[in-house]
């Protein structure tokens, strides 16, 4: 194909990908905003993940440790496993990418589900494949759908466990189910973002299913509970050969010193995650049974968001809710193009902004809380 074109052309199937759009993170006029939209903590960083940051800026000249040695050996340390199993990226959209670009060519598929994160949608036309999207079950991850659309084509399947935007997740049990169900050459990637908030005796974040197959992997992200997502630290936990492919194709520094330091402080201080996901914990219950109490369904979520779902009624729906809700200072996620038309997703904020949500909502239905 050696046809001359007047300008550069992307290859095939890139300008049919709708970029990723982020959060909203303003309220024009509004004094006083709470960004409810990124699922960010609302009690930022370890203060040690902070000061080791801070440290790192004195060095700045260096180019960073492309192992990440100090930073894979202190997760290792926390979760008890083999450094040499893990990766790390900037952010886990980073690694979710590499997957793709590693695992997948032009016509292969990849599937997702039908309320996916959509940065595996983005990533597997990324890399000239097709995307193929199975339903879910009540907003949770449907094993026997995915089993049911795999052909000899599938060469990826991506879920969030627990999902996003849903807060849904599914037991250990049911993602051995979909390990054993799956050809051996299909990569099963498991995406813990939320993993940490997770409190059911039957929810596993993926690791012992890693360690026991050699087609599953598990990511993870410091972005969430360890509240660095400005620095963009992610990690995977994988198969040595997964691993040894990876690796050849990142780039050769892909994290930064002062995210590498952070991170390793922050993965250290698990007192300060237990500090969070309590104050996690009792924020969902209160805000599920408030909301719940003012007459709105609330997807039940085991993470630090929850998905609300509005009226189909005029002036009750959900863009109706978010203009009324920004106008007040608190910023939601409108998740549309999640396949949710009339919900919102809020991430638990600080204490001030899961009262004042649940009492503008409130107002919003008429049925104060
Ligand atoms: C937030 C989130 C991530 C984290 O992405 P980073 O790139 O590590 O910030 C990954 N997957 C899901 C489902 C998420 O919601």
Same mark, same amino acid.
């Given at each position: 194909?050696?046809?001359?074109?007047?300008?550069?052309?992307?290859?095939?199937?890139?300008?049919?990908?709708?970029?990723?759009?982020?959060?909203?993170?303003?309220?024009?006029?509004?004094?006083?905003?709470?960004?409810?939209?990124?699922?960010?903590? =609302?009690? #930022?960083?370890?203060?040690?993940?902070? +000061?080791?940051? $801070?440290?790192? !800026? @004195?060095?700045?000249?260096?180019?960073?440790?492309?192992?990440?040695?100090?930073?894979?050996?202190?997760?290792?340390?926390?979760?008890?496993?083999?450094?040499?199993?893990?990766?790390?990226?900037?952010?886990?959209?980073?690694?979710?990418?590499?997957?793709?670009?590693?695992?997948?060519?032009?016509?292969?598929?990849?599937?997702?589900?039908?309320?996916?994160?959509?940065?595996?949608?983005?990533?597997?036309?990324?890399?000239?494949?097709?995307?193929?999207?199975?339903?879910?079950?009540?907003?949770?991850?449907?094993?026997?759908?995915?089993?049911?659309?795999?052909?000899?084509?599938?060469?990826?399947?991506?879920?969030?466990?627990?999902?996003? =935007?849903? #807060?849904?997740?599914?037991?250990?049990? +049911?993602?051995? $189910?979909?390990? !054993? @169900?799956?050809?051996?050459?299909?990569?099963?990637?498991?995406?813990?973002?939320?993993?940490?908030?997770?409190?059911?005796?039957?929810?596993?974040?993926?690791?012992?299913?890693?360690?026991?197959?050699?087609?599953?992997?598990?990511?993870?992200?410091?972005?969430?509970?360890?509240?660095?997502?400005?620095?963009?630290?992610?990690?995977?936990?994988?198969?040595?050969?997964?691993?040894?492919?990876?690796?050849?194709?990142?780039?050769?520094?892909?994290?930064?010193?002062?995210?590498?330091?952070?991170?390793?402080?922050?993965?250290?201080?698990?007192?300060?995650?237990?500090?969070?996901?309590?104050?996690?914990?009792?924020?969902?219950?209160?805000?599920?049974?408030?909301?719940?109490?003012?007459?709105?369904?609330?997807?039940?979520?085991?993470?630090?968001?929850?998905?609300?779902?509005?009226?189909?009624?005029?002036?009750?729906?959900?863009?109706?809710?978010?203009?009324?809700?920004?106008?007040?200072?608190?910023?939601?996620?409108?998740?549309?193009?999640?396949?949710?038309?009339?919900?919102?997703?809020?991430?638990?904020?600080?204490?001030?902004?899961?009262?004042?949500?649940?009492?503008?909502?409130?107002?919003?239905?008429?049925?104060?809380?």
């Amino acid at each position: 194909m050696s046809v001359e074109m007047s300008k550069p052309v992307p290859r095939p199937g890139i300008l049919d990908i709708a970029a990723y759009v982020p959060g909203k993170e303003h309220a024009p006029g509004v004094a006083r905003v709470y960004k409810l939209s990124s699922n960010e903590t =609302p009690l #930022g960083a370890s203060p040690k993940a902070i +000061e080791a940051f $801070r440290e790192a !800026a @004195g060095h700045l000249e260096r180019y960073p440790d492309g192992q990440a040695i100090e930073l894979r050996e202190a997760i290792a340390a926390v979760h008890g496993l083999n450094p040499a199993n893990i990766m790390c990226g900037n952010g886990s959209d980073e690694l979710l990418g590499l997957l793709c670009h590693v695992y997948l060519s032009p016509g292969d598929e990849g599937i997702i589900t039908e309320h996916g994160f959509l940065v595996y949608k983005i990533q597997i036309m990324g890399a000239g494949a097709t995307p193929v999207v199975v339903k879910e079950t009540d907003h949770t991850v449907d094993v026997d759908a995915i089993l049911a659309a795999v052909t000899d084509k599938t060469k990826i399947v991506f879920i969030a466990n627990p999902g996003n =935007p849903t #807060g849904t997740y599914i037991p250990v049990s +049911e993602v051995r $189910r979909l390990q !054993a @169900g799956l050809p051996k050459h299909v990569v099963l990637v498991l995406d813990a973002a939320y993993a940490e908030y997770v409190r059911r005796n039957d929810y596993e974040s993926g690791i012992e299913v890693v360690s026991s197959n050699a087609n599953v992997v598990m990511t993870r992200t410091f972005s969430k509970v360890y509240g660095l997502a400005a620095l963009r630290v992610g990690w995977i936990y994988a198969p040595a050969e997964i691993i040894d492919a990876l690796n050849r194709v990142r780039g050769p520094f892909n994290m930064n010193t002062p995210a590498i330091a952070a991170g390793a402080a922050a993965i250290r201080d698990q007192a300060f995650v237990q500090e969070a996901t309590s104050f996690n914990q009792m924020w969902i219950e209160k805000v599920t049974g408030a909301l719940e109490t003012i007459g709105l369904k609330v997807t039940p979520s085991v993470t630090n968001f929850v998905l609300i779902h509005f009226p189909d009624v005029d002036g009750k729906r959900a863009a109706d809710a978010d203009d009324f809700l920004t106008s007040r200072g608190y910023i939601l996620r409108a998740v549309r193009s999640y396949g949710f038309p009339n919900s919102l997703r809020m991430s638990i904020g600080p204490e001030e902004a899961n009262r004042g949500v649940i009492e503008a909502l409130g107002e919003f239905m008429g049925r104060p809380a």
